[in-house]
T-cell receptor, first 113, second 111 residues
Framework: GENVEQHPSTLSVQEGDSAVIKCTYSDSASNYFPWYKQELGKRPQLIIDIRSNVGEKKDQRIAVTLNKTAKHFSLHITETQPEDSAVYFC????????????FGSGTRLQVQP | NAGVTQTPKFQVLKTGQSMTLQCAQD?????MSWYRQDPGMGLRLIHY???????DQGEVPNGYNVSRSTTEDFPLRLLSAAPSQTSVYFC??????????FGPGTRLTVT
């Protein structure tokens, strides 16, 4: 089955700096890659996603890049703000085999004011 | 439109007891999944379903059963609770490979 590895496990940045979180996946059939943000005690919520036919996608301060050849994808947050502090999860899914998301282990992002 | 609902919010069980965690969605989503989240860890897939009458195992299925008799409901049964099943359980649903919506979670403690 799919295996998703996520790095780093913790990340501390100063407000206004950029943050980058990286994930690798093992199943070359994976074709949908979402990123979720989870605040303490709450449910995960989608912040951005990308499909395998696209190399990059942006939404305001958030962007995701995908390298299918290397099987890795990254989340980029620019101009970080204290409210960006949360745990971020990457995930992957294919349309064959196990048709459910496999999640990375998460990155705890702390934005220092 | 309530989205994905889960009951109960909190539950304490004794070792060996059984119970069912309820999950329902009103978005007519085909895909539904159950995950567990242990402190400081990611979401691990327990069981999933791609439609009514179809279920399959995830990464950590042992000790859990599921059924999907309707599109809306996807209950998770703990057969004989063990302390290792203490966790937060999330149900999620999606329309195919699109945004997955999570329920609010059930915090389960097994003593």
């Amino acid at each position: 089955g799919e295996n998703v590895e996520q790095h780093p496990s913790t990340l501390s940045v100063q407000e206004g700096d950029s943050a980058v979180i990286k994930c690798t996946y093992s199943d070359s059939a994976s074709n949908y890659f979402p990123w979720y943000k989870q605040e303490l005690g709450k449910r995960p919520q989608l912040i951005i996603d990308i499909r395998s036919n696209v190399g990059e996608k942006k939404d305001q301060r958030i962007a995701v890049t995908l390298n299918k050849t290397a099987k890795h994808f990254s989340l980029h947050i620019t101009e970080t703000q204290p409210e960006d502090s949360a745990v971020y999860f990457c995930a992957a899914i294919a349309d064959t085999g196990r048709r459910a998301l496999t999640f990375g282990s998460g990155t705890r992002l702390q934005v220092q004011p | 439109n309530a989205g994905v609902t889960q009951t109960p919010k909190f539950q304490v069980l004794k070792t060996g007891q059984s119970m069912t965690l309820q999950c329902a969605q009103d978005m007519n989503h085909e895909y539904m999944s159950w995950y567990r989240q242990d402190p400081g860890m990611g979401l691990r897939l327990i069981h999933y379903s791609v439609g009514a009458g179809i279920t399959d195992q995830g990464e950590v299925p042992n000790g859990y059963n599921v059924s999907r008799s309707t599109t809306e409901d996807f209950p998770l049964r703990l057969l004989s609770a063990a302390p290792s099943q203490t966790s937060v359980y999330f149900c999620a649903s999606s329309y195919g490979q699109n945004e997955q919506y999570f329920g609010p979670g059930t915090r389960l403690t097994v003593t």
